[in-house]
């Protein structure tokens, strides 16, 4: 009898650390992550969140331990990968459209070049039409995806960079704080979104967030990142007042609500600005 091959999992580390300028930002973190989970990384400011993200797209190299992204050594230009940095924002007065911010996502080198007329009917340049007519669908932008980018809202705004991300079908989408500068009826959301994503195309997401409470209800891994430990598993593995009070070095409580809902309070707010990179 032939045995069944176990799917490979999108994201693996084991044992990993990470150091920059010669201090250890984390260590001895294990995750599994397989096809179609969304996992949140979370964690104090500074304590390495977006660092993980780019020891993922093999931008940093692991201080120790191992980090394979779909089978392979992590390594960077991996088509498969999606990858939506932290902080953008388009100046109000940006007439580009939302439909040409989408297609940067499938020919990011060729932006600004108009095709020849010819290329401009070719089947290659319907494909590409179509693909970002479905993703804009996707994330629910079609109304206003014609619309200069500089004119749209913050949450129109990410909608259209997490189509961006999607539209050349990556099996791992990579997103530092999405959700940053969204009120919380826009990042419920954006999160009930990407959680509709991760199940409708099978797309795992790994993203970086301040807040558990708008995503915890869509979670299906948290990665908890401390100075000096790190805790993974299931949503109710990890969110405890024990752990996170242990985490976070100050008390942090975890309620259940009446419908079973969890709930944080007391988790160190998350400054605006970044006073130490950005005085
Ligand atoms: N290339 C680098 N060289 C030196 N230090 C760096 C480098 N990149 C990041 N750091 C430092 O590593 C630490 C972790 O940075 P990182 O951006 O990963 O944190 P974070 O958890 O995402 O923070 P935040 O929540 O504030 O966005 C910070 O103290 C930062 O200044």
Request: aromatic content about 4%; proline content about 7%.
């Amino acid at each position: 009898m032939t045995a069944t091959a176990l799917p490979v999992p999108v994201v693996e580390l084991s044992g990993a650390a990470v150091s920059v300028g010669g201090r250890t930002l984390w260590s001895g973190v294990d995750l599994t992550v397989g096809a179609g989970e969304f996992v949140a990384v979370l964690g104090p400011n500074g304590v390495g969140k977006s660092t993980m993200v780019k020891a993922l797209l093999g931008l940093l190299p692991l201080a120790q331990g191992e980090a394979r992204v779909l089978g392979r050594p992590v390594g960077t230009g991996n088509p498969e990968v999606g990858y939506l940095p932290q902080r953008r924002s388009f100046d109000a007065q940006l007439r580009v459209r939302g439909v040409d911010v989408v297609r940067l996502g499938l020919d990011g080198t060729r932006w600004g070049v108009p095709l020849p007329l010819a290329g401009r009917f070719s089947a290659r340049a319907r494909a590409a039409q179509a693909r970002v007519r479905e993703v804009v669908e996707l994330v629910g932008a079609t109304a206003y995806a014609h619309r200069p980018i500089g004119e749209l809202s913050g949450g129109e705004q990410q909608r259209l960079l997490i189509a961006q991300a999607l539209a050349s079908r990556p099996r791992l989408l990579l997103l530092d704080e999405p959700l940053d500068s969204l009120d919380l009826p826009n990042q419920a959301a954006v999160a009930a979104l990407i959680s509709r994503i991760c199940a409708t195309d099978g797309v795992t997401v790994l993203m970086v967030a301040h807040d558990v409470n708008p995503i915890l209800g869509y979670l299906d891994t948290v990665v908890y990142l401390a100075q000096g430990g790190a805790a993974t598993g299931t949503p109710r593995e990890v969110i405890t007042s024990e752990t996170l009070t242990r985490l976070y070095g100050t008390p942090v409580e975890v309620l259940t609500t009446s419908d079973g809902r969890l709930v944080v309070v007391g988790q160190p707010e998350a400054p605006h600005t970044h006073s130490e990179r950005h005085p």
